[in-house]
């Protein structure tokens, strides 16, 4: 693997996608010489000559996965036929498939699968299609990478989720803090979060994270790392690189947050499903947040990237990949959807229109966006994100008791002092 994986906010089962072995590359049916031929005859545009393509995702896409198959139906003779699956039952699902050779034609990926589902050769190879596009180059690259393996390219991005700093404007300027402007850097962000507390409001609290959530920690606290810019992980997934002393300046600063009563009490035990909950009910000042919340937000917020301990800003590239699954017998029709979803027509007309991020840095400023600039910064920080990719990323860091969540506990709950052996477990997980 080229990059490292990075995952968002939803706890993951790694092990269920690890059963599908290497093995099931070979398993994909007497046809596949032809399905090759038929996508690399595809071109740019692939075919579109009224076939009923099959598309699987999860239900956390359920919303934009809808918009673009409607609006793709409407434009085109080919016609897709959605079904969405719970989110707990869609590793299983693929699994099965995969095994019989019964996949759909298109499959969604949340991005922390898609490197092994590519390894295991779930995905046909569709790098001279993407070649093909003259903008191949804005396309959001993390997703690219984290579907790319030995040079070759298997995933497009379908729907990005992204981690954003949010903060309540209105709380921001009662406190005396320039609600235009924002924190400058992680020091200034404990400021804020300090500066909000010290308003002594019933129930409202500077900052709140998810302490018992590994997955909402890397969505959420990998940005400041890359802001300063380093890096989490060696660039194979095998090494942590989470004891650095932007690392610790990361954690310590936490732990003066925790320390000083500004972080939401029920943080500590916050395993994921409530984790931004106080924030939308206008409870907590500032926190690092998804992007994809900023059109149900009930009030005004001031958006920027996620700053390191020295400013900049990042994000954790989060969402769902693409492509072709290997069991497609209409290899080249499934691609017209897959051209058509990079279009501006897909990118401007369905997403940006929902306020939904684009997946071309080239689209950022749009005639939606234009209307909101938050929606500019948002997609712009796309672009300087990143997407890590590890083989054992869920049992380093998405895990109930990962080695990760072990380390950010007693490193903010705790003294502090056990930070470097604690990285060297995420280290003996990541390399196995």
């Known amino acids: 693997m080229a990059r490292t994986i990075r995952r968002g906010t939803r706890a993951l089962a790694l092990l269920a996608a690890g059963a599908l072995t290497v093995g099931l590359a070979a398993c994909s049916g007497g046809d596949s010489a032809e399905e090759t031929s038929s996508l690399a005859d595809a071109g740019v545009e692939g075919v579109d000559d009224g076939s009923t393509l099959t598309l699987w995702t999860r239900a956390p896409l359920e919303k934009q996965a809808k918009l673009l198959v409607e609006a793709y139906n409407d434009s085109h003779e080919n016609q897709v036929e959605l079904t969405v699956v719970p989110n707990d039952d869609y590793v299983a699902k693929v699994g099965a498939a995969a095994g019989s050779n019964g996949l759909p034609d298109l499959f969604a990926a949340d991005i922390v699968y898609v490197p092994n589902w590519v390894k295991q050769g779930l995905f046909q190879d569709i790098t001279s299609n993407i070649d093909g596009f003259d903008f191949k180059d804005s396309i959001n690259q993390g997703h690219l990478s984290a579907g790319t393996l030995d040079g070759q390219e298997y995933v497009l991005p379908f729907v990005l989720d992204l981690s954003m700093l949010f903060w309540n404007k209105e709380l921001a300027t009662e406190a005396g803090l320039d609600a235009e402007a924002g924190p400058a850097n992680l020091e200034e962000y404990a400021e804020w979060a300090k500066a909000i507390q010290a308003l002594n409001k019933p129930d409202t609290y500077g900052t709140a994270t998810g302490l018992a959530c590994g997955g909402c920690l890397v969505f959420t606290w990998f940005p400041s790392v890359w802001a300063d810019g380093e890096e989490v992980m060696n660039p194979e997934g095998t090494e942590s690189l989470l004891a650095s ?100 027509d897909a990118q401007v007309g369905v997403l940006a229109k929902d306020n939904d991020v684009v997946s071309r840095s080239d689209l950022a400023d749009n005639e939606y966006s234009q209307k909101d600039p938050r929606l500019i910064t948002i997609n712009e920080v796309a672009g300087e994100g990143d997407t890590p990719v590890a083989i054992n990323f869920q049992q380093a860091f998405n895990a109930p008791n990962s080695p990760w969540l072990t380390l950010v506990r007693n490193a903010v709950l705790g003294d502090g002092s056990s930070v470097d052996a604690d990285n060297d477990e995420i280290t003996a997980v990541l390399s196995q």
């Open 245 to 344: 002393d932007t690392a610790k300046d990361i954690y310590s600063t936490w732990k003066d947050l925790w320390d000083s009563g500004a972080v939401l009490p029920s943080s500590k035990d916050e395993a994921g499903p409530t984790w931004t909950a106080g924030f939308t009910e206008g409870k907590v000042g500032l926190q690092f947040y998804p992007a994809t919340l900023l059109s149900s937000t009930p009030f005004d917020v001031g958006v920027a990237g996620i700053p390191g301990p020295k400013g900049g800003g990042s994000t954790f590239v989060g969402g769902d990949g693409i492509g072709v699954s290997k069991d497609s017998k209409k290899a080249a029709q499934a691609w017209n959807f897959l051209s058509w979803l990079m279009s501006e």
